[in-house]
């Protein structure tokens, strides 16, 4: 599933767009990636050269550097850090209570820490939002949290606590989310290549519903429901509907290369692939149709994306009811839901959406004179995101003098690629601050980067910086809480740091440091 921005999918391309609308909605702190070595994904185009003092930046559309001389800017509190971050009289940072010097000392560093009351509070948010926006046009809704952002034991008991369900897109992730102790009814899975292990899981678990991808899949899925016998499986069938989205834009098209879903573009005189997927499955009485499902995006700003992806699959759910007699019960919106990455950025407001695409949804069925189904969305990003900073210990710091005689400061850290891909992967923009002390040093235009051996390993392409910064500073970069622990990888045989909670002046850890007697113990030599 794309819930979030896979490379190369409709969502990864809406996180291309998402950058473009936050650049030209940011103010001053900080500035579009520029060139960064390395090959395949990390190889871009150089768009802004570093400088070494504070000054306006040629090239930074709607971009102004601090005033010359200037200490570097904060944005605690504030977005794009979670709520639980503040900061004291002598400049150091406390997230839920605990101060950051004491997260470094107790549990080192790389950390990834993660604001427990605020992802908590997100979650009741959307969930509350989404709730009465839809009952106000006589409908139901349902909020999947979206597992592939970061799922933990903790995460899921904390989501389900808040009231929402969990979309698992593998059987690691349904593995978690029936550890935790959900039952299987509040678990969706995902995927568009499900082994027969997983489904079997998933069958034996009773999960509530299993999304097909293929109509290979159909065929598969009933196949061993036959074979085991019991109930018939809940099935959703996923569909493309040539809408893509991200940041504050979203396409139309017909047809869509990419390997997710069914599209509901016919080919001349035949049915579409989605529709015979549907009819496939009511043809199988090892499965029951529960609905439709359908994601357009990533890193989404507006609201208008959904509203017409909205409107195409009401349609189809109308088409087949005409021709089959069955109207679908459910509708799954998918996410992609916005968040701010950067000072100044604005997340996309809860109520807002819900109310926007709760009206679309209505006024589509009124149309197609169908009543309203119940509906689902899958936020992750949304909850998770803001929630969560990733803490760092600076190394090198190394000024390079470029080669029309600027010179741009390189801050290394104690992390890097192997923690959070998404700026390699995607040229994904973070914000990050210094939160250890107070400094008046004017600031500096930095780029931080990571320990691998690689030159496409940057953490935050650019941005501005004490120019005293220095080795044994602690960096915290805001908002990785999606996507950091969960893309993390081994890369150069560096374990992944341990994700910790902080709530009411305590932190715990909810998965611990990967040490490198873990890695050893995986090799059988």
Excluded at 476 to 501: E, K
Aim: net charge negative; hydrophobic share 40%.
């Amino acid at each position: 599933m794309t819930h979030d921005g896979e490379p190369g999918s409709a969502a990864g391309r809406g996180e291309a767009v998402a950058r473009d609308a936050g650049r030209r909605g940011s103010v001053g702190r900080a500035v579009p990636a520029a060139a960064h070595g390395g090959s395949g994904p990390s190889a871009q185009g150089s768009s802004v050269a570093g400088h070494g003092s504070a000054q306006d930046v040629p090239g930074a559309s709607g971009v102004v550097a601090p005033p010359a001389g200037a200490p570097a800017p904060t944005a605690v509190p504030g977005e794009p850090w979670s709520t639980g971050v503040t900061r004291g009289d002598d400049g150091a940072v406390s997230v839920g209570g605990v101060d950051v010097r004491d997260l470094a000392a107790q549990h080192g560093t790389p950390v990834y820490v993660l604001d427990e009351a605020d992802l908590r509070a997100r979650a009741a948010r959307l969930r509350g939002a989404f709730t009465a926006a839809f009952a106000r046009v006589g409908a139901e809704i349902d909020v999947y949290y979206a597992g592939k952002a970061f799922l933990s034991l903790a995460v899921a008991r904390w989501v389900h606590e808040e009231g929402l369900r969990v979309d698992a897109s593998t059987g690691g992730e349904l593995a978690v989310a029936l550890r935790a102790g959900l039952p299987g009814a509040d678990i969706g899975l995902h995927g568009n290549n499900k082994s027969d292990a997983e489904l079997v899981r998933a069958l034996d678990a009773g999960v509530g519903r299993i999304i097909v991808d293929s109509l290979v899949e159909v065929d598969r899925l009933a196949d061993l429901v036959r074979n085991r016998g019991g109930e018939p499986a809940p099935v959703m069938v996923r569909v493309t509907t040539g809408v893509h989205a991200g940041g504050h834009e979203y396409i139309a098209t017909a047809h869509e290369d990419q390997k997710f879903g069914l599209s509901v573009a016919a080919d001349e005189g035949g049915d579409s692939p989605a529709m015979t997927a549907l009819l496939a499955v009511l043809a199988r009485p090892e499965l029951r149709l529960l609905g439709l499902h359908s994601h357009i995006g990533s890193q989404i700003l507006d609201p208008s994306g959904f509203a017409v992806a909205a409107r195409t699959v009401l349609a189809l759910r109308a088409d087949l009811g005409r021709r089959t007699g069955v109207l679908v019960e459910e509708i799954d919106l998918g996410g992609g839901y916005g968040i701010a990455y950067l000072p100044g950025e604005r997340a996309m407001v809860p109520e807002t959406v819900a109310r926007d695409v709760a009206d679309a949804v209505a006024a589509a069925a009124a149309e197609l004179e169908t009543p309203l189904p119940r509906f689902s969305i899958e936020p992750g990003r949304a909850v998770v995101g803001p929630a969560g900073l990733t803490l760092y210990t600076v190394g090198t710091v190394k000024p390079v003098r470029l080669d029309d005689g600027r010179v741009r400061t390189y801050v290394s850290v104690d992390g890097g690629m192997s923690d959070n891909i998404r700026p390699a992967l995607y040229g994904a923009q973070y914000h990050a601050e210094v939160v250890g002390r107070l400094s008046s040093a004017p600031a500096v235009l930095a780029r931080v980067v990571g320990k691998h051996c690689e030159s496409g390993d940057v953490v935050v392409h650019e941005v501005w910086l004490p120019g005293d910064v220095r080795a044994g500073d602690l960096l915290a970069v805001a908002a990785t809480g999606a996507y950091g622990r969960s893309m993390a990888s081994n890369y150069n045989l560096v374990p992944r740091p341990p994700v910790v909670a902080v709530r009411d002046g305590g932190s715990r850890v909810l998965v611990r440091r990967e040490t490198e007697d873990d890695l050893l113990s995986l090799d059988q030599g």
